[in-house]
């Protein structure tokens, strides 16, 4: 691949796994598009990239809850570059009473995790296909494994990136873009998060994962062509292992003790 030229996308990049993402290609000498809120330091987190590993960075601050903003995103993606590489990272999760969550919200996750995920693919799939080699990748979660309560939404959102990221790989797969999806646990993204994560109990500490290693760990795996890469693997198991009427509430139960907390 001539990286000097082309460009990987990330989603979601001012923090967390997606920043993680943004600092691992660059140290891999491959230039980068940022994307994400206004108001999060993209501007100098994209400079930080270019100081310290002397790779091209760019940035484009959107919601990308709105449709026609995705779409301005990705026409300006396509008239301005050549990207080789997509990782659809921006999602929201949401810990919440359905019955007391409005509209808006369920709204925006839905776009955010859902659409915004599939637009995004498809409007950028012509340019990653004109590229010698290209690769998608798309973060799922291990809630993809299995409804919960009080998460009603999000864990369905992920199931969806789960399944739609498995049908895309199989489909383009005498192509030369390659499709993998990754499932992580909870983050350590900030203390509020690990505070919060923990309230939940052994389950909660036991899937709690460093960002920058699940993101080195995925960029290893991509370029390996894993089709689903695992980062905690205990936890993948119990999912797989555990029948759903014993998860399923065990991890309502979990996320009912954070709310209380």
Same mark, same amino acid.
């Given at each position: 691949?001539?990286?000097?030229?082309?460009?990987?996308?990330?989603?979601?990049a001012s923090?967390?796994?997606?920043?993680?993402?943004?600092?691992?290609?660059?140290?891999?000498?491959?230039?980068?598009?940022?994307?994400?809120?206004?108001? #999060?330091n993209l501007?100098?987190l994209?400079?930080?990239?270019?100081e310290?590993?002397q790779?091209?960075?760019?940035?484009?601050?959107?919601?990308?809850?709105?449709?026609?903003?995705?779409?301005k995103?990705t026409e300006?993606?396509?008239?301005?570059?050549?990207?080789?590489?997509? /990782?659809?990272?921006?999602?929201?999760?949401?810990?919440?009473?359905?019955?007391?969550?409005?509209?808006?919200?369920?709204?925006? /996750?839905?776009?955010?995790?859902?659409?915004?995920?599939?637009?995004?693919?498809?409007?950028?799939?012509?340019?990653?296909?004109?590229?010698p080699?290209?690769?998608?990748?798309?973060?799922?979660?291990?809630?993809a494994?299995?409804?919960?309560?009080f998460?009603?939404?999000y864990?369905?959102?992920?199931?969806f990136?789960?399944?739609?990221?498995?049908g895309?790989?199989?489909?383009?797969?005498?192509?030369?873009?390659?499709?993998?999806?990754?499932?992580?646990?909870?983050m350590?993204?900030n203390?509020?998060?690990?505070?919060?994560?923990?309230? #939940?109990?052994?389950?909660?500490?036991?899937?709690?994962?460093?960002?920058?290693?699940?993101?080195?760990?995925?960029?290893?795996?991509?370029?390996?062509?894993?089709?689903?890469?695992?980062?905690?693997?205990?936890s993948?198991?119990?999912?797989?292992?555990?029948? /759903?009427?014993?998860?399923?509430?065990?991890?309502?139960?979990?996320?009912?003790?954070?709310?209380?907390?």
């Amino acid at each position: 691949m001539d990286t000097k030229e082309s460009y990987a996308v990330v989603t979601g990049a001012s923090q967390g796994l997606g920043k993680a993402f943004a600092e691992n290609l660059a140290m891999k000498n491959i230039n980068v598009i940022l994307v994400s809120l206004p108001n #999060q330091n993209l501007k100098e987190l994209s400079q930080q990239l270019e100081e310290k590993y002397q790779i091209k960075a760019h940035y484009y601050e959107v919601d990308l809850s709105v449709n026609e903003n995705v779409l301005k995103l990705t026409e300006w993606l396509n008239s301005s570059f050549n990207i080789h590489i997509l /990782i659809n990272n921006a999602g929201l999760g949401g810990t919440k009473r359905f019955t007391e969550a409005s509209s808006d919200y369920i709204n925006t /996750i839905l776009q955010v995790n859902v659409a915004a995920t599939s637009l995004i693919t498809h409007q950028l799939l012509p340019n990653l296909l004109r590229q010698p080699k290209a690769y998608i990748l798309n973060v799922s979660s291990m809630a993809a494994f299995s409804p919960i309560g009080f998460k009603t939404v999000y864990p369905a959102t992920k199931t969806f990136i789960h399944s739609f990221s498995r049908g895309l790989h199989e489909e383009l797969k005498d192509t030369n873009v390659f499709v993998s999806v990754v499932n992580p646990g909870a983050m350590k993204t900030n203390a509020d998060v690990c505070k919060r994560i923990e309230k #939940q109990g052994f389950w909660g500490k036991m899937t709690l994962l460093n960002p920058d290693k699940v993101a080195s760990r995925c960029i290893q795996q991509l370029f390996k062509k894993d089709s689903v890469i695992m980062v905690n693997p205990i936890s993948w198991l119990v999912m797989k292992i555990v029948p /759903i009427w014993i998860k399923l509430p065990l991890m309502t139960q979990a996320i009912k003790r954070e709310i209380e907390a």
